[in-house]
């Protein structure tokens, strides 16, 4: 069965720091790829996905996320983080073998320190 | 801009209410999505609907009934609230054979 695990609950980064969020996904195919970010109180925004191509994806607000094979992984990256940052950060695999759902990580929630 | 509206941000209802959860996209999307979201356990869908009248379990259907009369509009349905449906619910669509989905911005609910 296909899953998705995002080892990190928490994360606390400084503003201006580097960030980076595992992924790691368990799929047979080449897997449909996804990070969304939810703000608090907030529905889940898309942030990049990557489908099939180069492997370095870019996204919206500055991320970028590498999907590697060898690893299963789809880890989101910043080079540098903003206060408006702070939210929780979900991967999701593309289930294609069902009715297109998407197979959820629990998420991993960003803290930024000033 | 693409668009999917839930009728309430928060609602607080009583144990045994009959709930009733509205959700309306405006992108003719086929699927519609509605999960739960819980601290610590990320989104867990409880059902969906790849058509209009068709709906399937998801993994946790139990407590809730889903209609789906009109392609865009997806309701959910507690029949008979409890304390442990206290949850944010979020709704999603996505267009047929294509997994990208588009939230709505969720419902507090609080069951007391």
């Known amino acids: 069965a296909q899953s998705v695990t995002q080892p990190d609950i928490h994360i606390t980064v400084s503003e201006g720091a580097s960030l980076e969020l595992r992924c790691n996904y368990s799929y047979g195919a080449t897997p449909y790829l996804f990070w969304y970010v939810q703000s608090p109180g907030q529905g889940l925004q898309l942030l990049l996905k990557y489908f099939s191509g180069d492997t370095l994806v870019q996204g919206i607000k500055g991320f970028e996320a590498e999907f590697k094979r060898s690893q299963s992984s789809f880890n989101l990256r910043k080079p540098s983080v903003h206060w408006s940052d702070a939210a929780e950060y979900f991967c999701a695999v593309g289930a294609t073998d069902s009715n297109y759902q998407l197979i959820w990580g629990a998420g991993t929630k960003l803290i930024i320190k000033p | 801009d693409v668009k999917v509206t839930q009728s309430s941000r928060y609602l607080v209802k009583r144990t045994g209410e009959k709930v009733f959860l509205e959700c309306v996209q405006d992108m003719d999307h086929e699927n519609m999505f509605w999960y739960r979201q819980d601290p610590g356990l990320g989104l867990r869908l409880i059902y969906f609907?790849?058509?209009?009248?068709?709906?399937e379990k998801g993994d946790i259907p139990e407590g809730y009934s889903v209609s789906r009369e009109k392609k865009e509009r997806f309701s959910l349905i507690l029949e008979s609230a409890s304390t442990n449906q206290t949850s944010m619910y979020l709704c999603?669509?996505?267009?047929?054979?294509?997994?990208?989905?588009?939230f709505g911005p969720g419902t507090r609910l609080t069951v007391l």
């Open positions: 609907s790849y058509d209009v009248k068709m709906k």
């Open positions: 999603a669509s996505s267009p047929a054979n294509y997994n990208e989905q588009f």
